[in-house]
């Protein structure tokens, strides 16, 4: 009764508390809410990302297998950076028995073999080779070795229709952008530059690479014909622009960006416009991979320790 005479009681202007919360209610009509909720759900930045990790070490440069079922990444413990894949029920192993580094593998499209660079450690310095080898850790093979002299050739991307793989390389001086066969013949260069070019990632359709530069001041976002014409720069922020990662459906490129102070995701048009911040976390997110599906997953350290995670955007965090 109590709650009654107060919702019945009027107040100095005539109006009563019913009435009062009756018109907010109403406040909206009826024929403007599927547009009020358009609005919201646009603004909807992302659902909370799931945690697939609970070891706490560093890792690097998650990629998922083409049917979403196996995600391998490199983790560091100690001295050693090991390469692991992960399945779908939670249980890992790892991808060779190596006791020398071992990191940033990337899938075939067939999910039959994995492209990853190889530290042959020498004295002071490693000298990094590329290395494919079977999903079930079998049949190991050289695609690009050190010419004779120290090199570092590394972050191999195989590209979507399976015949070339992009990587970086510092065989001729300078780190450039390279492409070559799985097999490790007819090699190509695709930049020339007297500044740093790393991290190349393929579009869906195996024609364009996107790749972080310092050739304007710090690291950005560019994009280069797969014959190495046509060099775009796609990002101009004030902090460094790096590990780009095309997604699934070709419309977007996922990044790790410094601009607000803190590394975050990123995501911009595959234009470059429209760049959105992804993650919105003080913790560092970083090394951005995309799953089959389109699910944005990264590497984070906002649980204490550094954990993959995935993320479902909404369409309001898409550029």
């Known amino acids: 009764m109590i709650g009654n005479e107060r919702a019945t009681e009027r107040r100095s202007d005539g109006v009563t508390e019913r009435d009062r919360r009756n018109s907010l209610r109403l406040s909206v009509p009826p024929s403007l809410l599927p547009a009020l909720l358009a609005v919201l759900a646009a603004t909807t930045t992302a659902a909370e990302p799931t945690r697939l990790t609970t070891d706490g070490l560093l890792k690097q440069r998650p990629a998922w297998s083409p049917d979403g079922t196996q995600l391998a990444f490199t983790r560091h413990q100690g001295a050693t950076i090991f390469l692991y894949v992960r399945s779908a029920d939670g249980s890992e192993r790892r991808m060779t028995k190596s006791k020398d580094p071992e990191f940033d593998a990337c899938w075939s499209p067939d999910g039959k073999r994995l492209v990853f660079a190889f530290d042959k450690t020498v004295p002071n310095q490693g000298d990094m080779d590329v290395h494919s080898i079977a999903a079930d850790g079998s049949d190991l093979q050289t695609v690009l070795a050190s010419p004779g002299k120290l090199t570092h050739e590394e972050w191999p991307s195989w590209s979507p229709d399976g015949k070339r793989i992009a990587l970086s390389s510092t065989r001729d001086g300078n780190q450039e952008i390279y492409t070559v066969q799985p097999d490790g013949k007819d090699l190509k260069r695709l930049t020339s530059d007297?500044?740093?070019?790393?991290?190349?990632?393929?579009?869906?359709?195996?024609?364009?690479?996107?790749?972080?530069?310092?050739?304007?001041?710090?690291?950005?976002?560019?994009?280069?014909?797969?014959?190495?014409?046509?060099?775009?720069?796609?990002?101009?922020?004030?902090?460094?622009?790096?590990?780009?990662?095309?997604?699934?459906?070709?419309?977007?490129?996922?990044?790790?960006?410094?601009?607000?102070?803190?590394?975050?995701?990123?995501?911009?048009?595959?234009?470059?416009?429209?760049?959105?911040?992804?993650?919105?976390?003080?913790?560092?997110?970083?090394?951005?991979?995309?799953?089959?599906?389109?699910?944005?997953?990264?590497?984070?350290?906002?649980?204490?320790?550094?954990?993959?995670?995935?993320?479902?955007?909404?369409?309001?965090?898409?550029?």
Do not use: M
């Open 194 to 319: 007297p500044a740093i070019d790393a991290h190349p990632c393929w579009s869906p359709d195996s024609l364009r690479v996107a790749f972080a530069t310092n050739r304007w001041g710090d690291l950005e976002i560019a994009v280069v014909n797969a014959d190495g014409s046509n060099l775009v720069r796609l990002t101009d922020s004030r902090g460094f622009d790096d590990y780009p990662a095309w997604s699934p459906d070709g419309k977007a490129i996922a990044f790790t960006s410094y601009r607000d102070g803190n590394p975050e995701i990123y995501a911009t048009g595959a234009d470059g416009k429209n760049p959105r911040n992804c993650t919105q976390h003080p913790g560092i997110d970083n090394f951005p991979a995309w799953s089959p599906a389109g699910e944005l997953t990264f590497v984070s350290n906002r649980s204490g320790g550094f954990e993959i995670y995935k993320q479902d955007l909404a369409a309001g965090a898409k550029p």
